[in-house]
């Protein structure tokens, strides 16, 4: 369980932070994430169904397309009331957008996030390399 807490939301090679006020795995976490430019080279699936906010910035949420990656489909998130959902079995990665800058690489986005519980395993899709990682707690890879 955490409190408090800030640290890469992903792993190390992560271009986003998260800022816990609590993570609680079997129940639910409250995050502040802050997405720096674009994401690793890495589409995720999560341990969680989640609703986000924007508060600040955007985001530029690319899917992939069914189980063997067959194409993409790009979401566009705003601040706004109104949440955005991701689902465990959403394969995507978001990075930070701004509709009205031509520099992405460089924009700061700020999202507000309340996670559900916690299954064991997820997925991560590594296009350079053509293959699909599973992943456990810690983001230790496993079968």
Not at 21 to 39: M, N, Q, T, Y
Not at 40 to 51: G, I, S
Request: with cysteine; charged share 25%.
């Amino acid at each position: 369980m955490k409190f408090f807490k800030a640290m890469k939301d992903g792993g190390p090679e992560s271009t986003s932070t998260g800022y816990w006020l609590i993570e609680w795995k079997k129940a639910f976490s409250i995050v502040v994430l802050r997405f720096d430019g674009k994401s690793r080279e890495a589409f995720h699936t999560h341990a969680f169904n989640c609703l986000s906010w924007v508060v600040k910035g955007g985001l530029r949420e690319t899917f992939l397309k069914g189980t063997v990656p067959e194409g993409e489909e790009v979401r566009f998130h705003l601040p706004s009331f109104k949440p955005f959902t991701t689902r465990r079995t959403d394969f995507h990665k978001v990075d930070a957008y701004n509709p009205y800058r031509n520099d992405n690489d460089t924009l700061v986005s700020w999202v507000f996030s309340i996670r559900g519980p916690w299954v064991d395993k997820w997925k991560e899709w590594l296009p350079n390399e053509k293959k699909t990682v599973n992943l456990t707690h810690g983001r230790v890879v496993t079968n």
